[in-house]
């Protein structure tokens, strides 16, 4: 069965100073991969996926398959950053029918 | 285009009855999961709808079953509640099993 570990339960960082959320997955197959994110009083949204390989809202995230590891950075945390993230990864080889296993979630706050 | 919407919001019921949670998908959109998500966790999977066919399931006991419709909109049904199945429930829909929209969740209290 397939794991995902966020070691982080709270991460606080100053505006403008780098982040890194870290993601480190188990599962013995090839993995999609995908991080989430929920704003204060939102719902749960997409922010990227791996497959895509888009940059959304400064963020960029690394398949390493080595350290079976996908996280996720910024250069510069804004305040409006300060949210729950989830990391989540669905097998790919069973056409997402065995849903998404998330982490459970890393509290970024960013402080002015 | 509309997004996923849940009912209801919050729900409190007592242990050992039945409840049923709604979740209209988003226009386009075929596949159904849901999620319990309790306090201080990640969401975990109970189970997913293809075409109103139930084509994926996460380790949650036979008492949590659903329904997907025509319309592709979907029900939870959880019977014999036990406190621990106090959670956020949340339903998301997709249009290719990967890409996942979520809606806002329903609030269950178990008592």
């Known amino acids: 069965a397939q794991r995902v570990t966020q070691p982080e339960k709270l991460l606080s960082v100053f505006k403008g100073a780098p982040v890194e959320l870290k993601c480190n997955y188990s599962?013995?197959?090839?993995?999609?991969l995908f991080w989430y994110v929920q704003y204060s009083r939102q719902r749960l949204q997409l922010l990227l996926r791996?497959?895509s390989r888009e940059s959304i809202k400064g963020f960029t995230a690394d398949l390493n398959k080595g350290e079976t590891s996908f996280h996720l950075k910024k250069p510069f945390a804004q305040e409006e950053d300060s949210a729950m993230y989830y990391c989540?990864?669905?097998?790919?080889?069973?056409?997402?029918?065995?849903?998404?296993?998330f982490g459970k979630g890393t509290h970024l706050i960013i402080q002015p | 285009e509309t997004g996923v919407t849940q009912s209801p919001t919050h729900l409190i019921k007592t242990r050992g009855q039945q409840v049923t949670l709604r979740c209209s998908s988003q226009?386009?959109?075929?596949?159904v999961s849901w999620y319990q998500q309790a306090l201080g966790q990640g969401p975990q999977f109970i189970f997913q709808?293809?075409?109103?066919?139930?084509?994926g399931r996460g380790n949650f006991p036979p008492r949590f079953s659903g329904l997907q419709f025509p319309n592709y909109s979907s029900e939870l049904n959880v019977n014999a509640l036990e406190l621990d199945d106090s959670a956020l429930y949340l339903c998301?829909?997709?249009?290719?099993?990967?890409?996942?929209?979520f809606g806002s969740g329903t609030r269950l209290t178990v008592v």
């Open positions: 998301a829909s997709s249009q290719d099993s990967y890409g996942y929209t």
């Open positions: 989540a990864l669905i097998p790919y080889s069973g056409g997402g029918a065995d849903g998404l296993t």
């Open positions: 791996h497959i």
């Open positions: 226009s386009g959109h075929n596949t």
């Open positions: 709808y293809y075409r109103e066919e139930e084509n």
């Open positions: 599962y013995s197959g090839s993995p999609e």
